[in-house]
């Protein structure tokens, strides 16, 4: 919905590369060649003097990205994108299963997407597809800012940690079985990038863990997709927008769900904890995903300041006495991006609309949600071009003006205060209709 990847350049991120199917393995381990482990991802709780484990909690790794990045004529750098490790089965199956690393952790989405050439074709054959009355397979677009996925709609069993959910439904992205062959114009057509390679995307996939239960609502028509999501009927014929619109529960499919949504417990939101980083960056940083607002000991709303969501999930920065009410946290967004022309732009090749100031600056944006309560977002600004180490993944302080990048779906009046802002907090994100702690989603708190 408010993704925005790592497809401009920075630092060495270099142009794309050909090849590689950045298939993982069932036994857990990293295709990148990276183990991480946080020490918030084993936690106890004590009841009647027996201690159990938290099964609610899974690390979060920000490094190179997926061993398919570097595959090939070219190679990318990740950068500020936050990964984690989930595992998909056919339904009902506990053999056919594939552990997939490298999936990005996006607060701005909602639903799971996986590239498939990622998956192995025994586990793709025996998912279960979404199809119509007719037999068709289902397929969908998904509009990010700056590009989209098209692909089938197919069921899964889907688990992370200790969580889990049965037959649930999941994007395959660049899946040409019938006539899933061709990307439909009213999806292409809105411009951006075809994010249907690991390359593209900068991942094995994308696990949308929004404010919303799921990925459309009662508005996914052609014309008018809530987040950009718009479904499809695929004969062999080619594509055709379903326009009847459709519920989570109603024929002729079912919509992609937020994951966490679908828990039996801990299905209220998340909260991403990140600690703090260097100015001058850092190679690999690890931190925690916990699961559930207020379910259990270790994930408790506590003195967080609480920001009601729109029902679009906005909520109002404040900026230069501007006030921006399309705003919005977003692990996904690899920098900040915010309009402030008097802040020098960087000039140096491969960095246009990046702020370059010659010294640290320190920024005071405040943010307002829907109950008026107002937080300061304050933070430091940092130069592009300099600050940075030449072999960070996780940095700090960048900024870019987003009227300079090429953005198939912008957002106007909006302050993307992307991973940079999570570092050294915990950031939660409640969802809609959902008691998280003291307050009902949709909320962000930090």
Request: glycine share 14%; hydrophobic share 30%; proline share 5%.
């Amino acid at each position: 919905m408010r993704q925005i990847l790592a497809t401009m350049a920075l630092l060495l991120l270099a142009a794309c590369g050909g090849g590689g199917g950045g298939t993982s393995t069932t036994t857990g381990s990293s295709s990148g060649g990276t183990t991480t482990t946080s020490s918030g991802s084993t936690t106890t709780s004590s009841s009647g003097g027996t201690t159990t484990p938290v099964s609610n909690t899974t690390p979060i790794v920000i490094d190179a990205g997926p061993a398919a990045l570097n595959v090939g004529s070219g190679a990318y750098t990740a950068t500020n994108i936050p990964y984690i490790t989930i595992t998909v089965c056919a339904p009902g199956s506990t053999s056919n299963c594939q552990t997939i690393d490298h999936v990005l952790l996006d607060t701005g989405s909602t639903g799971l997407r996986l590239e498939a050439s990622v998956l192995n074709s025994t586990l793709l054959t025996a998912m279960t597809p979404q199809t119509d009355a007719q037999g068709n397979p289902v397929g969908e677009c998904y509009e990010y800012v700056d590009g989209y996925v098209f692909g089938s709609v197919k069921n899964a069993d889907f688990s992370v940690a200790g969580e889990n959910v049965a037959s649930m439904p999941l994007q395959v992205v660049g899946d040409t079985t019938g006539g899933l062959g061709t990307v439909p114009h009213s999806c292409s057509s809105s411009g951006g990038s075809n994010m249907n390679t690991v390359q593209m995307l900068g991942a094995n996939g994308i696990i949308g863990v929004g404010n919303f239960v799921t990925d459309c609502g009662t508005t996914c028509t052609a014309t008018n997709g809530s987040g950009g999501a718009i479904y499809y009927d695929c004969p062999a014929s080619g594509c055709s927008a379903i326009t009847t619109r459709a519920n989570n529960t109603s024929a002729p499919f079912e919509q992609l769900i937020n994951p966490v949504a679908g828990f039996a417990s801990d299905n209220n939101g998340t909260i991403l904890s990140l600690p703090s980083v260097a100015p001058s960056g850092a190679v690999t940083l690890t931190g925690t995903l916990y699961f559930g607002i207020g379910t259990q000991t270790n994930n408790a709303l506590g003195s967080a300041s609480v920001l009601p969501t729109t029902n679009n999930g906005y909520i109002t920065a404040t900026y230069n006495n501007t006030a921006l009410p399309d705003s919005f946290l977003d692990s996904g967004s690899n920098y900040y991006y915010f309009v402030d022309t008097s802040i020098t732009a960087c000039t140096q090749n491969g960095y246009t609309g990046f702020y370059c100031p010659s010294s640290a600056l320190s920024l005071t944006p405040t943010l307002k949600g829907t109950t008026g309560n107002t937080i300061s977002a304050a933070f430091t600004l940092y130069n592009a071009y300099t600050q940075p180490g030449a072999t960070s993944n996780a940095v700090p302080g960048v900024g870019a003006n987003p009227n300079t990048q090429s953005f198939s779906s912008p957002i106007n009046n909006s302050f993307d205060f992307g991973l940079p802002f999570f570092y050294g907090r915990n950031v939660y994100t409640a969802i809609a209709g959902r008691q998280a702690g003291s307050a009902n989603g949709p909320y962000f708190a930090y």
